[in-house]
């Protein structure tokens, strides 16, 4: 009988091959981060559009790990569609999943669930993978920053 790893193994397999929101938006508007991960040799670039206080889109380009890269494009899937505020508390709920963050409480605001990003809740175990993991999130809270929402 397959345990919950070996499922969470095929999501981040599937999205490591099968990558989501590969590609690249035009800037302008969109704004353009790039990211990286020496200790792995991760690299992202990633093109975020913002309408209305609402992400719009979210492409990324690179290449790296399975972790690094199936990360993104969860990411991608997590916060498409969201308000920007809800993309950042997701982006502070996966940190905070990843140990590398203390729970930031927000009562105004619903957590919305992460879905199959738990998959990669396993990698806390691999304590030097966790910056692979972690990588597109940093780079997406860049872009938001730089964006000026
Ligand atoms: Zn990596």
């Given amino acids: 009988m397959p345990g919950l790893e ?9 999205h490591y091959r099968n990558p989501r929101n590969r590609g690249e938006i035009e ?3 969109a704004t353009i981060v790039e990211g990286h991960n020496p200790l792995c040799g991760d690299e992202i670039t ?8 609402v992400v719009s889109d979210v492409k990324t380009a690179g290449q790296g790990c399975s972790i ?12 498409i569609g969201r308000p920007v505020n809800e ?3 997701i982006i502070h709920r996966f940190k905070h ?3 590398i963050e203390d729970h930031v409480h927000d009562e105004h605001l619903e957590s919305p669930p992460l879905g199959d990003l ?3 809740q396993g990698v806390v175990k691999f304590p030097v993978r966790i910056k692979c993991a ?3 999130w940093n780079t997406l809270a860049q872009a938001l920053d730089e964006s000026g929402v």
């Avoid at 070996?6 to 599937?14: G, K, P, Q, S």
């Fill in 97 to 99: 999943m990843m140990s």
């Fill in 27 to 29: 800037s302008p508007p």
């Fill in 87 to 89: 993309a950042r508390a």
């Fill in 46 to 53: 990633l093109h975020l559009l913002i309408a209305d206080g």
């Fill in 68 to 79: 690094s890269q199936s990360s993104a494009s969860m990411m991608t899937q997590a916060v």
């Fill in 134 to 136: 972690v990588l597109a």
């Fill in 118 to 120: 738990e998959a990669l």
């Fill in 6 to 14: 070996d499922l969470y193994r095929e999501i981040i397999l599937d």
